[in-house]
């Protein structure tokens, strides 16, 4: 079974900093695909970025990148320029390729990470 | 475009009760999930659809609770009877058919059992 790890329950950075989450995975495949989601107060889960495992380019997405470190099983998230809004509950999640039988698209979460921003 | 809804957004119920969540996709969406986070935690997947069949309920506690997908839109949650330890965010999501597609979840109903 396919397992996430966030081995940071929490995290802090000055607005206009930069921070990075970490994520760890561990599968036997090699079609899948990360998120990384964001959770702020309401509840209400956010895509953030995705990454498809096949693609060796890192994802990005405005002030959000990761480091995709496929043969180390690593999935990390760099907030650039963070801003108040970004506080919230971050999850990394793992969802199977193809080869995952009609179940893919099932998400597997971490933890989680509480990111506090300081103004 | 209209988000993935739910109802209620909170319950309270006593331990043995039963309750009922309600669940409605974005349009489109052949695929449903229901997650449970327990807090603190991340969520953990209970049951999937496609279209109106199971996919995956591998995790669901058969024993107390139940869903249905009918006609392969709405979707409801049931729990019967519920115990102290199912007190969570039920979260519901969205998503197109097809590996790596976005997920796109409802906002939850909190339940807390007493």
């Known amino acids: 079974a396919q397992t996430v790890t966030q081995s940071q329950p929490e995290m802090s950075v000055q607005e206009a900093e930069t921070v990075t989450l970490s994520c760890t995975y561990d599968?036997?495949?090699?079609?899948?695909?990360l998120f990384w989601y964001k959770q702020p107060p309401s509840r209400q889960m956010i895509l953030v970025i995705r990454?498809?495992?096949?693609?060796?380019q890192n994802a990005t997405e405005n002030r959000f990148s990761v480091n995709f470190q496929k043969a180390a099983k690593s999935f990390s998230l760099k907030i650039s320029d963070s801003q108040l809004g970004d506080a919230a509950m971050y999850f990394c999640a793992y969802s199977p390729g193809r080869a995952g039988g009609t179940s893919y698209g099932k998400l597997t979460f971490g933890q989680g990470t509480i990111l506090t921003v300081h103004p | 475009e209209a988000g993935v809804a739910q109802s209620p957004r909170y319950k309270i119920i006593e331990k043995r009760q039963s309750v009922a969540f309600w669940c409605n996709p974005i349009s489109g969406h052949a695929t449903l999930y229901w997650y449970q986070q327990i807090l603190g935690q991340g969520p953990k997947l209970l049951i999937q659809?496609?279209?109106?069949?199971?996919v995956d309920d591998s995790q669901l506690p058969k024993d107390r609770f139940s869903a249905e997908r009918l006609k392969g839109v709405d979707s409801t949650l049931k729990i019967q009877p519920a115990k102290l330890e199912d007190s969570a965010v039920y979260l519901c999501?969205?998503?197109?058919w097809g590996q790596g597609a976005e997920a796109f979840f409802g906002q939850g109903t909190r339940l807390t059992v007493v």
């Open positions: 999501a969205s998503s197109l």
């Open positions: 990454q498809e495992a096949y693609k060796q």
């Open positions: 599968t036997s495949e090699s079609d899948y695909y």
């Open positions: 659809f496609q279209n109106n069949g199971v």
